[in-house]
């Protein structure tokens, strides 16, 4: 295993939480990939299979939650918007 799962540098700025009926396709394979065993948690907690999808402008996505891969279901709160990423930087 190695030494975790955030791989960026991620400039964070509280907002409300983002329309859940928007996220309605992307919960719902979320969830579908979650019961076949293709995103969960191992053992020492650490998750995998984030999901993500395109958002309104270029190059914004909605993306599930650091964190999440243990939880069964989520809501709007476990979601955040990428609104920018710089690749050079490594960092959203």
Known sequence: MDEGYIKFKAEWTQAPALP??????????RRKLYSLGLIGSYPGGIGYGNLSCRWDKPG????????????????????????????TQNRL
Not at 20 to 29: G, I, M, V
Not at 68 to 87: C, F, K, Q
Request: negative net charge.
């Open 20 to 29: 859940f009926d928007r996220l309605a396709r992307l919960d719902h394979w």
């Open 60 to 87: 914004q996505f909605a993306i599930t939650g650091s964190a999440t891969g243990n939880l069964p279901e989520l809501d709007s709160r476990h979601y955040s918007l990428v609104t920018a990423v710089d690749l």
